[in-house]
């Protein structure tokens, strides 16, 4: 188990429509990470929060954004969702506050079907 | 800018087979390095790690130096097993204050035959 906990693990939409999934970090770990994988293919970085602020973007489409909130939790909105959105979406979290990381943790992933 | 650059898969390999995975990065700092897996319908677990030149990262049989003079972070195992079958990705962090910077590899699928 490696602390990180996203949910929900599966998610099935229609295209057009909107969906949050969220991001449990590791109890204090300050960065968020978020990652797309699509069918064989590698990690897509789409986007990284530090401690509540935004630290960099990766290939993040305009239909996608995120925040992280006061408790470090993280939420990803994927709107106007196509077939092609269809992929597992990772979270992680590194940089814990006080004893320092260097490793990125992953959660188990949200499988999002757009139909 | 920073980056890494994994051997292309797939690869497939006989039980108790020899295993190597080439891994070589570039970094203007002092990166950390780090071997991930991902087995089927998993997320990524970390495998090994080294923080600074000639560490040797091992975990489960898996070993990797970190060579700064190659800029390489190859992965090993003298006899690989069926269940180690799944997709392997090498990874460099840096450190900024901002929060650690990650850059991944693109994967290289393993399969391990009886």
């Known amino acids: 188990d490696s602390g990180v906990t996203q949910t929900p693990k599966h998610l099935i939409t229609a295209t057009g429509q909107r969906v949050t999934l969220r991001c449990s970090p590791r109890s204090g770990d300050l960065s968020v990470y978020w990652y797309q994988q699509s069918l064989d293919q590698g990690l897509q970085f789409l986007i990284q929060y530090y401690n509540g602020e935004e630290r960099a973007k990766g290939n993040i489409l305009e239909r996608f954004s995120a925040q992280q909130f006061p408790d470090l939790h993280s939420e990803l909105n994927l709107s106007s969702l196509e077939l092609g959105d269809s992929a597992l979406y990772f979270c992680?979290?590194?940089?814990?506050?006080?004893?320092?990381?260097?490793?990125?943790?992953f959660g188990q992933g949200t499988r999002l079907t757009v139909v | 800018g920073d980056s890494v650059t994994q051997m292309e898969g797939p690869v497939t390999l006989s039980e108790e087979a020899f295993l190597t995975i080439n891994c070589t990065y570039t970094?203007?700092?002092?990166?950390?390095l780090f071997w991930y897996v991902q087995y089927p319908g998993e997320g990524l677990q970390l495998l090994l790690k080294a923080t600074k030149a000639d560490d040797k990262g091992s975990n489960k049989g898996f070993e990797a130096t970190y060579r700064k003079e190659t800029t390489s972070f190859h992965l090993e195992k003298g006899s690989v097993q069926v269940s180690d079958s799944a997709v392997y990705f090498c990874a460099l962090s840096v450190p900024v204050s901002t929060g650690n910077q990650f850059y991944f590899g693109t994967g290289t699928s393993l399969t391990v035959i009886p």
């Open positions: 970094a203007t700092g002092y990166p950390s």
């Open positions: 992680a979290s590194s940089d814990h506050n006080g004893t320092g990381t260097f490793e990125a943790f």
